[in-house]
């Protein structure tokens, strides 16, 4: 665990006076630390400090409802965290860049708290408001990393064998609610105490599984980084992504989406979503961090770091790959672009750590799926659609039973990971022309496999998720600048890692 201590304190309180200022109100939504035993976060007008209260009975997920408001200032920050604010999309574009008094931020406590369990949590972690247009970062269009519930909502669908068919229901789940009830979906063996998986933080959603209807044989899951569920829905809806309606009529969507943890930053809830646990319990804090007691900067999500970033995981944890082995010795798993592939029999990142260049394409030109008018000009668009074709190459390939001359078993769980989704999003803001093509490209990659398992015989015997890491919120271009300079002029001491994680007194 990691508290502020006594020595920082009078850095973290000058630190505090400038983030929580006039000046920055409009970029800075609140900040949050962990000190004396219990948490706070703290905005521009108001503050609210809490505990965590161990449960009577510690199980899987009791954390959740385990916390104590002990004392507020001003207006509580964090008082409204209903999971269905600002869904579905006419709510979200009526109140584009929300004030926190109109945000909403699920889970709110426990993710906060769950974070500071970690010993390289920083001091201050800054969230940054629903509008802020980082400028150093490109001055993105879209953005995501806050607890703002538009931010951290990721859409979710389950489809196929053995799923409840309910279409799209008014409900929400967390991230790590995911891998526990795929793994329930499989009937893997399981704990009465300690649940699926080793540590989860997650439960099994237990109506989303007709018992009645047989398990599946396969599970296959597909991430599209940084979708805007309202957006994907929408689209859905109106026939734009044909292949999404496909499996939200054979399966049931939350449309208050998969809640991400803190930060609602990619490697983090990516290892949420297959793990079941919360960021400071599984070890990838966030896309880079600081580890305080050895001096050293991590840097998790890069592209020179992707392959390895496992390594910075918490000894020994536990993954969805490796539920499914112990339950099924014999199954085969496969894991496409999917940095988090703890476990997995097949895995892209095994070409980079074997030495080996994986088959990347030399250029987008020609591929299929994809939307010229935005893979000529955005460097972006072509990286990302480039990388979503090696995946299906992958996904089809090894479902066809062969890809590059080795032969494959129809996997028990496949993991195909999308990234033009984020991309897009990021460059256009969720509500864009090019957020759009992003989901009509990435929808018709995920029609091929599923077309490659209706060839391989076991569509009727697979079950689908679908899944983002987190949401993507648009971002008011008038809201730009940083705390940066701010801290700096006041003479504060810090590092800032990932644009939100301050460690006081380093340089
Ligand atoms: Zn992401």
């Known amino acids: ?10 850095a973290a309180d000058r630190a505090l006076a400038v983030l929580t200022g006039r000046e920055l109100e409009p970029v800075v939504d609140m900040v949050v630390w962990a000190h004396d035993g219990g948490y706070e976060a703290r905005s521009h007008d108001g503050s609210v400090r809490f505990e965590r209260r161990e449960p009577d009975s510690p199980g899987p997920g009791d954390a959740v409802s385990a916390y104590e408001v002990v004392a507020t200032t001003g207006s509580n920050p964090l008082a409204d965290q209903r999971t269905d604010r600002l869904a579905p999309l006419a709510a979200e574009l009526a109140e ?12 709110a406590y426990d993710h906060i708290a769950q974070l500071f369990d970690h010993p390289a949590a920083p001091d201050l972690c800054v969230i940054h408001s629903a509008g802020h247009n980082w400028e150093d970062q490109g001055g993105h269009r879209g953005e995501h990393g806050s607890l703002g519930v538009v931010q951290a909502r990721a859409p979710f669908v389950l489809a196929g064998a053995g799923v409840a068919q309910r279409g799209l229901v008014p409900r929400a789940l967390r991230v790590v609610d995911i891998a526990p009830t795929l793994a329930a979906l499989l009937g893997c063996r399981h704990d009465e105490a300690a649940g699926f998986l080793e540590g989860q933080d997650g439960v099994v959603v237990p109506d989303l599984i007709d018992e009645g209807a047989g398990r599946p044989e396969h599970v296959i899951g597909f991430l599209f980084d940084g979708t805007n569920a309202n957006v994907l829905y929408a689209m859905a809806a109106a026939g734009e992504a044909p292949n999404v309606a496909r499996l939200i009529g054979m399966g049931t969507a939350f449309e208050h989406g998969a809640i991400a943890a803190l930060p609602t930053i990619t490697l983090a809830n990516h290892t949420s979503i297959l793990t079941g646990r919360l960021p400071g319990h599984h070890g990838i804090l966030n896309n880079a961090w600081y ?26 944890l536990d993954s969805l790959h490796r539920a499914v082995h ?8 496969a894991s496409v672009n999917e940095p988090c592939d703890i476990g997995a029999d097949y895995s892209t990142f095994d070409f980079f750590r074997r030495g080996e260049i994986p088959p990347i394409p030399q250029s987008p030109e020609g591929l299929p799926h994809s939307t010229e008018r935005f893979v000529r000009p955005s460097k972006d668009y072509s990286w990302g659609t480039v990388v979503d074709h090696m995946g299906v190459e992958q996904a089809v390939g090894i479902l066809s039973g062969r890809y ?15 990234t033009l989704t984020d991309s897009a999003m990021h460059e256009g803001g969720p509500h864009s022309e090019v957020a759009a093509a992003s989901i009509r490209d990435s929808d018709a990659r995920l029609g091929e496999v599923l ?3 209706e060839r391989a015989g076991s569509f009727d015997r697979t079950a689908f998720v679908l899944v983002a890491d987190h949401g993507m919120e648009e971002t008011d271009p008038a809201v730009r600048g940083d705390w940066g300079p701010a801290l700096r002029d006041a003479g504060i001491a810090f590092r800032d890692e990932a644009y939100s994680f301050l460690y006081l007194d380093e340089a």
């Open 1 to 10: 665990m990691h508290q502020l201590t006594p020595e920082r304190e009078a």
């Open 326 to 333: 112990r339950s099924f010795p014999d199954a085969f798993t």
């Open 451 to 453: 077309t490659a398992v």
């Open 291 to 316: 580890d305080r007691a050895t001096g050293v900067q991590v840097i998790t999500n890069s592209s020179a770091t992707w392959a390895t970033a496992m390594d910075h995981a918490t000894a020994g």
């Open 404 to 418: 590059r001359d080795v032969t494959y078993p129809i996997p028990k769980f496949l993991w195909v990971n999308f």
């Open 96 to 107: 584009l860049h929300p004030h926190r008094s109109a945000n909403a931020y699920p889970f």
